[in-house]
């Protein structure tokens, strides 16, 4: 899990906080930066394809590698070519070329992350779920300060001149992440497939709608792609719905706004560290170094939270200090360049991340139900992302029409009604 924690966080990155600040060096305009991060929307619509990882058994691979195993490879040789292809392209030439290779990342990361989340839950039993998840989170981090400080590193190592913009640098840093596909790609086949541990009623809700399709007339091939596709598409959504009845509307609208400061706040972090005269080493020193490693040290402090104080309150902590430490970078924006205050502005917001996902991963794992966990969990993690990347994606706007200071208080503000969510939740 540790190293396919690390396959997973490795990409996420090189398509928005990284790729946006090698945009805005390039002198790529600040609203076309926020539109470009709509590219994450592929993590917010990874449901849609969710069934086929599910079920569709893949040519040649699954025979041999299980299904799990099979979906993980694949996705992590897409990734590491379409990486590829993002380092041999100067998006000043061909921004074009640039948006649809970190399109081709996003989709196969996403797949991989639908992949990966089910083989987490079906790998071991409900006990040992918050060890996986906490092992994940940090090979997921120990990835994030690779793709965020050490492609920052490569590329200032290189930069002859941060005064102006160098294709260069960003060339042999995206090269490099490419090959750190490697990680995940050789832990895959390495790893063994798990067992799916599928309930009597399960089984049996699915084998009563495929005798109801037999007595409708249906035969043959078309008797079966039917009842595959209810068994796959149509019912991890019917076993959601019959589990929570009514509640499932109020989970689901609290999944689609609990981490919405900050994703929108993110999208706009590295562009307002270079505005505010952060050169790279400091960016990469500060905020995907120290901040990352406050965010491993937040994610083991939510665990032990969670089993102390239990989820939901834990939840609840979490969006409090998500929310409120987004007005540290208002505080910040009106300090300048003042390493000190970004050291303490970081460390704080990302501390309060670890603990918010932390509860949040724990969360979402105990809604879903192994015989569709790769479905449910991706459509949890989509409906998650949706609303904030969207909204995300008009940041850069709203910065240039109202300033940083009143965009940092938005974020903080928009993360209100989550409170009043997760009360719900919990009360019902």
Known sequence: MLFLGFSAGLPLLLVLGTLSFWLSEAGIARATIGHLSWV?????????????????????????????????????ICIAAALFGMANNDPVLNLTHTVWFALAVAFASATQDIALDAYRIEAVETEKQGAMAAT?????RIAMITAGAGALWIAASIDPSEATYDFRPWQVAYTIMAGLMLVGIFTTLIIREPEKKISTATNEREARARERFAAAGLSGGVLNATAWFYSAVLSPFIDFIQRFKWQAVLILVLIAVYRISDVV????????????????????????????IMTIAGAALGGLLTMRMGVMRTLFLGAVLSAATNLLFVWLAGRGHDVGALVFTVSADNLSAGIASSAFVAYLSGLTNQAYSATQ??????????????????????????????????TALIGAPVLVLVWLVARR
């Open 377 to 410: 969990y991706a459509l949890f993690t989509s409906v998650m992302l949706l609303l904030p990347k969207f909204i995300a994606g008009f940041s850069g706007e709203f910065v240039d029409a109202y300033g940083w200071a009143n965009f940092f208080s938005g």
């Open 40 to 76: 994450g929307l592929a993590y917010g619509f990874k449901f849609l394809w969710s069934p086929l990882v599910d079920r569709l058994r893949l040519p040649i691979l699954t025979a041999r590698l299980g299904q799990r195993r099979s979906w993980l490879l694949l996705s992590q």
């Open 136 to 140: 994940y989170q940090a090979g997921y």
């Open 265 to 292: 706040m993110g999208v706009m972090s590295n562009p307002f560290y270079q505005e505010m005269g952060f050169t790279k080493d400091e960016v990469a020193t500060v905020s995907k170094v120290y901040g990352v």
